[in-house]
């Protein structure tokens, strides 16, 4: 399998749960990226990570806490979500943080908090 | 700060016909690059074609073409023989060459391609 693979597709999760949304990379790259797409809102960058180092933090709540155990798989976990936090996440990587050549994304978490 | 401007929210086309995208942007810096993304009902943003400021000439890529007016710091995609497949959302962004390394999205342009 090649390309940029977020899992699960679709998540509907109370306020008070605790879930995690999955990414993985087959391309071999080694900066990956967590974004959240709202209704008529530019993408919003929410965290950086290169060579599994978090590299950016960009002022999003303590309920979404990332993890990049390897260069291949970047995690996002989600408790105590609002609301307001329901839209699409997306993932995406490239081959170096610094590199000018465009993202690989995956496909997306549509997120429902309810 | 750089901004990325996309004043269309939704584009009509017939089906063999050609549309043109807006861009524009905002910033100082002089070295930089442009792309335009297209997010198709599956969800997963596709890179259509890439920019580099400091080259002059458009760049293009099959029936996907931009006209790149750097002093009017405008973007342009403009799709030639349009398929039924480039309906879709299309995202215009911005990377720079200095300080950060982010991309700059606009809010997107929703084509619909009519038969």
């Known amino acids: 399998e090649t390309g940029v693979t977020q899992t699960p597709r679709h998540l509907v999760m109370g306020m008070t749960n605790k879930k995690s949304l999955k990414c993985e990379q087959h391309?071999?790259?080694?900066?990956m990226y967590w974004y959240k797409q709202s209704a008529k809102k530019p993408l919003e960058l929410m965290f950086v990570?290169?060579?599994?180092?978090?590299?950016e933090n960009n002022s999003v709540p303590s309920r979404f806490s990332p993890e990049c155990p390897n260069s291949s798989h970047l995690f996002l976990h989600l408790h105590t979500l609002q609301p307001e936090d329901s839209a699409l996440y997306l993932c995406?990587?490239?081959?170096?943080?610094?590199?000018?050549?465009?993202?690989?994304f995956g496909s997306g978490t549509r997120l429902t908090v309810v | 700060a750089q901004t990325v401007t996309q004043s269309q929210p939704e584009m009509s086309v017939q089906e063999a016909e050609t549309v043109t995208l807006s861009c524009t942007y905002d910033?100082?810096?002089?070295?930089?690059?442009l792309f335009w993304y297209k997010q198709p009902p599956s969800r997963q943003m596709i890179l259509v074609i890439r920019q580099e400021a400091y080259k002059q000439q458009n760049a293009t890529e099959n029936r996907f073409s931009v006209n790149f007016q750097k002093a009017a710091k405008s973007f342009s995609l403009k799709i030639s023989d349009s398929q039924l497949g480039d309906a879709a959302m299309y995202f215009c962004?911005?990377?720079?060459?200095?300080?950060?390394?982010?991309?700059?999205f606009g809010t997107g342009t929703r084509l619909k391609v009519l038969a």
């Open positions: 995406a990587s490239s081959q170096g943080r610094d590199e000018n050549y465009g993202y690989t």
């Open positions: 391309l071999g790259h080694n900066a």
């Open positions: 910033t100082s810096e002089s070295d930089y690059y």
């Open positions: 962004a911005y990377r720079g060459t200095s300080g950060t390394y982010k991309y700059i």
């Open positions: 990570y290169n060579f599994k180092e978090q590299t």
